[in-house]
C-alpha cells in the first residue's frame, strides 16, 4: 500500500492532522493500535483555547461543540482563606471553551467516518523504516497478518507512550524533563458543577481543582501521591477531601453524587528536541508533555498540527521546502512557553512534598502580588487563553 503521509496515532493530532490534509487533497492513511471504543472511552482535557475552537471549525466539526460548549470569560485561584476571580476577557480580550476532548475525538471519529478516511484501528507492532531516505515505510499486523505501508512523510502522533518518538536515534534527540513528586486523582460525576467557573485551589493538604464538561457533569481533581491507587479513593473518601481543600462557601455548595471515572495521572514537563528526523514529524503528546495544571496539551497538540499541516501543504501544493525545515523550531518556540506557564501554574498552586518554608512563604508572596497586581494578572490571563501563533 502507499500514501503520500502515513500517520501513526488516532488521537486529537493524528485525526486533525488527516482532515487538514484530506481537505487540501492530499492523501493519509491513519494507523491506530486501540479500537474505537478505547478511544472515545478516555477522559482527559477539558479546556480549549480560541485556536483549538478555531481549527475545528475549520475542518468541519465545530457544530455540535458550538451548540454544547460552556464559554469562560474568567477563572478562579483560592488560597490562604481567600479568592481572586482573574477576568480573561478584560484582561486578554479572549474567553476560553469548555468541551471535552472525548466529544472531540467522536466528533473528529464521526466525520473521519461519514469521509470514509483511511484509518486502520488496531494497528498492532507499528513500526517505522528509511526516515533518513526518501521513501519511508510504516510495517504493522492486523488481525496477525503483516502490512507495509509505503509513504512521502510520516506524522508521529502517537502519544507519550508511542513508537514515534523511540525511533529517532537516541544521540539526535535532546530530552528535557521534570517529573512532579505527584499525581492528580480526578472524578467525573454527574452533578452540578460547584461553580460557574473553573477554582485552582492551593491548600495545605494539596491542590484541588473544580471543573466541569456541562452544566450537569462536573470534573473534580486532587493532588494525591504519585503511586496512589484509585481503588484506594471511595467516592465518600474523594467528596470528604475535596470538601476540605476548598473553600468554606465552595464546599457548602458543593452537590456530591456517584462518579462515574476515576484515575490517578502523573504530571510530567517533558520536551524532544528536534521535533523532525528525516522524513519524520513528531507532533502533540508524542514530542512533549506539560502537566495538566496549565490546561495546555491539547491545545498545543493542535498548534503543532496547524504548523506541520501548512508546511506539508506548502511542500505539495508550492514545492516549498522552508515551511518543514522550520517545523520544529516554529513548535518549539510556542510548547516552550506553554512550557513555561504550565510549570509556573503547578509551582503556584501545588504543596510540594520537599518544599523549604523559604519556598512556601515565596509562594504566598507571588500569590498575594498577582492578587495584587494588573500586570500580573494580565500576564496570567495571556498565556491561559492562548498565546498568538507565529503567522
Ligand atoms: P494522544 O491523545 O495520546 O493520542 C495518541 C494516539 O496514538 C495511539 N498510539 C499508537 N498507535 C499506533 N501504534 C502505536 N505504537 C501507538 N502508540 C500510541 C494511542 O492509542 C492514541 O490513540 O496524543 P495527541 O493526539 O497528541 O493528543 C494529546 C492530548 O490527548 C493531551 O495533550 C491532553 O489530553 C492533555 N490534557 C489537557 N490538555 C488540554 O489542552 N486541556 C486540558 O484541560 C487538559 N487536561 C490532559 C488534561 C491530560 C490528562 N491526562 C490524563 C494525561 C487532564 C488530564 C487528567
Ligand atoms: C479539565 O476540565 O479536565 C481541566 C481543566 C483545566 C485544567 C486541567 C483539566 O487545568
Redesign the pocket.
Known amino acids: 500500500m502507499r500514501t503520500q503521509v502515513g500517520i ?7 485525526l486533525i492532522l488527516a482532515s487538514l490534509l484530506n481537505r487540501a487533497g492530499i492523501d493519509t492513511v491513519v ?4 479500537d474505537p471504543e ?2 472515545l472511552s ?7 483555547e480560541q485556536g ?1 475552537v478555531d481549527m475545528l471549525d475549520e475542518i468541519g466539526v465545530g457544530a455540535r461543540m458550538h451548540r454544547e460548549r460552556l464559554i469562560h470569560e474568567g477563572v478562579e485561584l483560592a488560597f490562604d482563606g481567600r479568592r481572586l476571580h482573574v477576568d480573561l476577557k478584560k484582561l486578554s480580550g479572549k474567553v476560553v471553551t469548555i468541551y471535552g ?1 472525548s466529544e472531540i475525538q467522536k466528533d473528529l471519529m464521526d466525520a473521519h467516518k461519514a469521509a470514509g478516511s483511511a484509518i486502520v484501528y488496531e ?1 498492532e507492532d ?1 513500526s517505522i523504516h528509511g526516515i533518513t531516505g526518501d521513501k519511508p515505510s510504516l510495517r504493522y499486523t492486523r488481525h496477525g497478518k503483516p502490512h507495509e505501508l509505503t509513504c512521502d512523510f510520516i506524522a508521529g ?7 514515534s518518538r523511540q525511533t529517532i536515534p537516541q544521540d539526535v534527540l535532546r530530552i528535557y524533563e521534570r517529573v512532579y513528586p505527584f499525581g ?1 486523582l ?1 472524578i467525573l460525576s454527574d452533578t452540578p458543577p460547584v461553580n460557574p467557573e473553573l477554582i485552582y485551589c492551593n491548600h495545605e493538604r494539596g491542590f484541588a481543582l473544580c ?1 466541569m464538561r456541562s452544566n450537569t457533569r462536573s470534573r473534580y ?1 486532587l493532588q494525591v501521591a504519585v503511586d496512589e491507587d484509585p481503588e484506594d479513593w471511595s467516592d465518600e473518601r474523594f467528596w470528604t477531601e475535596l470538601k476540605r481543600r476548598l473553600p468554606s462557601d465552595v464546599a457548602d455548595r458543593l452537590v456530591t453524587g456517584p462518579s462515574i471515572e476515576k ?1 490517578v ?1 502523573p504530571l510530567r514537563s517533558f520536551v524532544a528536541e528536534p521535533m523532525r528526523y528525516g522524513r519524520l514529524f513528531l ?4 514530542a512533549h ?2 502537566p ?1 495544571t496549565g ?7 493542535v498548534s503543532d498540527i496547524r504548523y506541520l499541516s501548512r508546511a506539508l501543504i506548502a511542500h505539495y501544493k508550492e514545492k516549498r521546502a522552508d515551511l518543514l525545515d522550520r517545523y520544529s523550531e516554529d513548535c518549539l518556540a510556542r510548547i516552550w512557553k506553554a512550557q513555561r506557564f504550565s510549570w509556573w501554574m503547578t509551582n503556584l498552586t501545588h504543596r510540594f512534598p520537599e518544599a523549604l518554608p523559604f519556598e512556601r512563604r515565596a509562594q504566598q508572596a507571588e500569590l498575594a502580588y498577582i492578587e495584587s497586581s494588573v500586570a500580573a494578572q494580565t500576564a496570567l490571563a495571556e498565556n491561559y487563553v492562548g498565546l498568538p501563533f507565529k503567522d
Do not use: M
Not at 42 to 48: E, K, S, V, Y
Open positions: 501513526v496515532g488516532a488521537g486529537p493530532s493524528g494507523l491506530e493500535r486501540r478505547y478511544l478516555r477522559i482527559r482535557a477539558g479546556l480549549l483549538t476532548q494497528a507499528v502522533c502517537d502519544g507519550f507512550h508511542g513508537v492528580w480526578g471543573t481533581y484515575s495521572a507532533a502533540g503528546d508524542a508533555i506539560v495538566p490546561a495546555k496539551g491539547l491545545n498545543l497538540a
